[in-house]
């Protein structure tokens, strides 16, 4: 199965930027729908961004206009842009490979597999 390799996360303060990356292995990166999901202690994993193997993007409400998601194609490689982070940012970030099988960012059908995440913590 597909595995997912995230990286880049750390500590920074509040209004501080990250860069997390998620490196993929298998030939099919190209043709999947690429999520980012992050986990806070005692919340359930949420999809915070979104971006379709034609480059669609769609973002939760929490972080629009402050993430980007981005993808590589060449390089099996997702990105996630972090800007103008606060505190309710801190989570483990996990990213995975999905279909997308209708117009609905709810019909996007994820992978089995998880990675260990990389932790972002913002402080204030």
């Known amino acids: 199965q597909v595995q997912f390799v995230e990286s880049g996360g750390g500590l920074v303060q509040a209004g501080g930027s990250l860069r997390l990356s998620c490196a993929a292995s298998?030939?099919?990166?190209?043709?999947?729908?690429m999520g980012w999901y992050r986990q806070a202690p005692g919340k359930q994993r949420e999809l915070v961004a979104a971006i379709t193997s034609g480059g669609r993007t769609n973002y939760a409400d929490s972080v629009k206009g402050r993430f980007t998601i981005s993808r590589e194609n060449a390089k099996n490689t997702a990105y996630l842009q972090m800007n103008s982070l606060n505190p309710e940012d801190t989570a483990v970030y996990y990213c995975n490979g999905g279909v997308k099988y209708g117009t609905s960012w709810s019909s996007i059908s994820w992978g089995d597999y998880w990675g260990q995440g990389t932790q972002v913590t913002v402080s204030s």
């Open positions: 298998g030939s099919s990166f190209s043709s999947k729908t």
